[in-house]
């Protein structure tokens, strides 16, 4: 049986794994890099890239959900909370700054929370997840003039009612296991490989609202590498990458919200105003790799 | 028209500036008398008796008990009464009636799989089944609207909501007393 905890054997491993997760981003934003037409040097900025992560564990399960059903407990299906330990139903903003965090760095008192898996009906959760904030998928000059996310933010990304896997922007894959093609479902990971899943939050807000009657429609997504005339602030991408002691067969696993593509993310930002500001200022920007202190790598 | 003065009033709201940083946003006021709880209660509560509702229709079909017969009556009148209050309400506010969550292995809420089940059941296995379903569903329901009642801030929808859990409080003893030997809900703790 894999417990949910990591095992301290499998640390190493588990940093190895970090460390070919971070070699695929850079990968990834070389590609979208070099395929980015105004790049002004690609040979010397081909693998810069504009990053400051931070890793949150597991903190803890509650039937709950403070930005869809707000002020009303046990409303949700399950969940399962990352960053700031105090979340429930009744969370708002005051509650969550200066609380607690399971986050690295402590100053991160955002609060994540997807919905839970499930192997056998026995809830599993992450080993690793790591929210990374990130500058691409748009043109430099707009990532030159990304703007922090504003204090109190709530969002929803994917879709927890998808009816199907052409309704999802989920994305299943196997850490370790590069040979098995990423899905919108579960796939099946072999033996000594972790389940993998990314998820891809908007990064054009509509500069005004801090929530909106769908969760969703105050972000969108950006439109031939720029943001919509509606939608004109660039922020940082938000990625939720979450690695689950999980491998095998597919159909022993679900989610709280039904099947793998119904995977969504909810992210209530609460980071300190000033701490946001820099880290966008001095990695986002100027396409910097930063730690998770915010400082260049 | 409530719902156009509804928008008109959110337009308004907009126009003039009024618009704060509190939960519901574009296009609807934030400020005034109902909040975002109250929108979520009101938008669970229809997803969650349009869910309901399928399971009640079946009861005459699948059982000859005089019991079972009014009891599910008298569920199905109260849950359109309360279904119909739910939707005026969300129109007058001028929120979507859809909630994000709505339909997927929520807490009270019948999985199409359980439906199906249902459907192809007869006799004591139906009476099991449904008295199991109806009891997950009223016990959600009146622990959501005690939520309501708590934290709501319209009136009219924390009115309702009272309404709800004497209803539903009333209908499960009403359950119980039918379904001598209660059994567990057919949803264990770890499906929610």
């Known amino acids: ?297 | 028209m409530r719902p156009r003065l509804a928008a008109l009033l959110a337009a308004l709201l907009l126009a003039t500036g009024c618009a704060t940083g509190t939960p519901p946003a574009t296009g609807t006021p934030p400020a005034g008398q109902f909040s975002a709880t109250d929108i979520a209660w009101l938008q669970l509560s229809v997803a969650m008796a349009e869910r309901l509702l399928p399971i009640l229709d079946l009861v005459p079909d699948r059982t000859t008990d005089p019991a079972w017969r009014r009891l599910a009556t008298r569920i199905e009148t109260s849950e359109r009464i309360h279904l119909t209050r739910a939707r005026r309400l969300l129109a007058d506010f001028g929120a979507p009636v859809a909630n994000p969550h709505e339909g997927h292995d929520m807490p009270g809420m019948l999985t199409d799989e359980e439906l199906t089940a249902l459907r192809s059941a007869t006799g004591r296995t139906f009476h099991r089944l449904a008295a199991g379903h109806l009891r997950a569903h009223l016990t959600q329901s009146v622990r959501i609207a005690s939520a309501e009642q708590q934290g709501g801030s319209d009136p009219a929808a924390t009115g309702l909501a009272a309404t709800v859990v004497r209803a539903g409080t009333a209908d499960l003893a009403r359950l119980d007393h039918l379904d001598r030997a209660p059994t567990l809900p057919p949803v264990p703790a770890a499906r929610q």
Request: hydrophobic share 35%.
């Open chain 1, 1 to 297: 049986m894999e417990s949910a905890a990591p095992h301290p054997a499998s640390r190493s491993l588990l940093r190895l794994g970090t460390a070919i997760g971070a070699l695929l981003v850079l990968l990834g934003s070389y590609v979208v890099a070099s395929t980015a037409p105004a790049d002004a040097a690609p040979g010397v900025n081909a693998i810069r890239v504009a990053e400051f992560p931070a890793d949150c564990t597991y903190s803890h399960r509650l039937p709950d959900d403070p930005i869809v059903f707000p002020g009303l407990p046990g409303a949700s299906h399950m969940h399962s909370f990352f960053g700031s330990t105090v979340t429930n139903a009744h969370t708002t903003l005051p509650d969550l700054v200066g609380s607690a965090t399971t986050c690295n760095p402590r100053v991160d008192v955002s609060s994540y929370w997807v919905p839970t898996l499930y192997r056998d009906d026995v809830p599993v959760e992450p080993s690793i997840a790591t929210f990374y904030y990130l500058g691409e998928g748009v043109r430099p000059d707009v990532v030159a003039q990304t703007q922090p996310f504003p204090l109190g933010l709530r969002l929803v990304a994917g879709n927890a009612r998808a009816a199907g896997p052409g309704d999802s922007i989920a994305r299943w894959s196997c850490l370790h296991a590069g040979h098995v093609p990423p899905s919108k479902d579960f796939v099946n990971c072999p033996a000594g490989t972790m389940l993998e899943s990314y998820l891809d939050f908007p990064q054009c807000w509509n500069g005004r609202d801090l929530d909106s009657p769908d969760h969703k429609s105050h972000l969108t997504y950006p439109v031939n590498q720029a943001c919509p005339a509606s939608h004109p602030v660039h922020v940082p991408k938000l990625r939720q990458v979450l690695r689950y002691p999980v491998n095998g067969d597919p159909s022993r696993l679900r989610l709280a919200s039904g099947p793998g593509y119904t995977m969504h993310g909810d992210f209530f930002n609460a980071w300190p105003v000033e701490e946001l500001a820099r880290r966008v200022r001095d990695c986002i920007r100027p396409v910097i790799k930063c730690g998770h202190d915010g400082r260049p790598l």
